[in-house]
């Protein structure tokens, strides 16, 4: 709506001022002296935090682990990650810094997904919280990961270089999002058929400027992702969450040997995935569920139902999933037209049902969403409260 009350000149002077951006980036890309004999320098990337891999009891079938690794980190759609940029001490950065990855929430808002961004000041509001400590690299959790760290003190995303003299522009912090977005490193797709060399590529990364001992490089290079953290054989050597690489570090596929370099921006295959996981919502149009009456759900792993719930009184509740599945449930109250998050359960990888048991109020409306990892052991799924 802000749109449309802009003057023509005022969306002129704005797209003048995107397009200047543009060749300043495009400029430093292209620099005659931007990198060493092959054209090519070294650049600063992303390297995550370990965060111990999930186990599972012997109980839980192969097919069941690989379901529930490819959606555990991802939120529920219709979450609204709230974020946060400290703005004192070693981990503040500069207003310029703070834009750039602002500009990065909007690349991913703008493509109308279910998830929401909001820039909080308070840090108690966020579970996002955003540092530009210097020279501590480029990283995010994973995901739900981010709602694990504990303390309010604690970064879920840093920003280690300037990211406005960084030739890859505002995709650095796209990356850095994706992978709050519950996006793992493309390149360690177990499908991508990529031999390394591994040593040049221990080299690399171990020199300048990302000077990573070899277990980082590892982690986020060389290691492959098990099945099912990455959908199906798709690799896409062109997704944002793909580094770039150069000549040297490829043996197969053959084609790369001459080194990688990921399109700018997101991919077909980005968009595609991202919307696949939090496709635009309209909760008014969400049907009701009503207390004690069982409501089959029907879903394919991944999927997500979104339910309505305005309770006749007030009153302790409890709601419930049944059947031999896997899923993800969470509640959102509605206060003053926002949706916040008021309650969850996961059950993935256990024997139980997700459960809440929740204080409802009368007149007040709720937002159900379910996500299902699976029907392990029957073919349906149902929700009820009572
Ligand atoms: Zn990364």
């Known amino acids: 709506m802000a749109e449309k009350n802009k003057s023509l000149a005022q969306q002129v002077d704005e797209l003048a001022a995107r397009l200047k951006k543009l060749e300043t980036r495009l400029g430093k890309a292209n620099a005659p002296d931007a990198g060493s004999e092959k054209g090519e320098e070294a650049v600063s990337l992303c390297a995550l935090p370990e965060v111990p891999e999930r186990t599972f009891g012997t109980e839980v079938s192969a097919h069941r682990a690989r379901l529930i690794r490819w959606i555990d980190k991802k ?5 609204r990650l709230h974020y946060y940029f400290f703005d004192s001490g070693s981990y503040a950065g500069g207003s310029d810094q703070q834009e750039m990855v602002r500009e990065g929430f909007e690349v991913w808002r703008s493509l109308g997904i279910g998830i929401a961004f909001e820039e ?3 840090i108690a509001d966020a579970e996002i919280r955003i540092g530009f400590l210097s020279g501590d690299g480029a990283w995010s959790y994973l995901g739900r990961d981010a709602i694990d760290i504990p303390g309010q ?32 490193h493309e390149h360690q797709n177990p499908f991508s058929g990529i031999v390394w060399d591994e040593e040049a590529v221990y080299a690399y990364f171990g020199g300048s400027p990302n000077h990573w001992p070899r277990e980082t490089t590892f982690h986020n290079v060389l290691r ?3 099945a099912g953290e990455v959908e199906g054989s798709a690799w896409d050597p062109d997704s944002i969450m793909h580094y770039g690489f150069p000549a040297g570090l490829i043996i197969e596929p053959e084609a790369y040997r001459e080194g ?13 995935e ?5 496709p635009a919502l309209e909760d008014a149009r969400n049907a009701r569920l009503e207390p004690f009456r069982l409501e089959f759900l029907t879903l394919a792993p991944g999927e997500q139902k979104n339910f309505n719930i305005t309770p006749q009184s007030t009153n302790d509740y409890t709601i419930q999933t049944f059947g031999r599945s896997d899923t993800v449930m969470v509640l959102f109250e509605e ?4 949706l916040n998050y008021a309650d969850g359960d996961d059950d993935s990888g256990t024997r139980q049902n997700a459960q809440i048991n929740v204080r409802l109020q009368q007149g007040r409306r709720y937002v159900l969403r379910i996500r299902l990892y699976l029907n392990y052991a029957s073919d349906n799924t149902a929700v009820m409260w009572w």
């Open 75 to 79: 939120w529920v759609n219709g979450t």
């Open 274 to 278: 991202v919307r696949r996981f939090y």
């Open 260 to 272: 990688l370099r990921p399109a700018l921006g997101l991919s077909d295959h980005d968009i595609a």
């Open 120 to 122: 909080v000041s308070n």
């Open 224 to 226: 492959k992702l098990p």
């Open 153 to 184: 003190h604690e970064r879920t995303m840093n920003f280690g270089w300037d990211l406005t003299r960084d030739p890859r522009g505002v995709d650095t912090p796209v990356h850095e999002i994706g992978h709050t977005l519950g996006f793992p």
């Open 335 to 338: 206060v003053d037209g926002q």
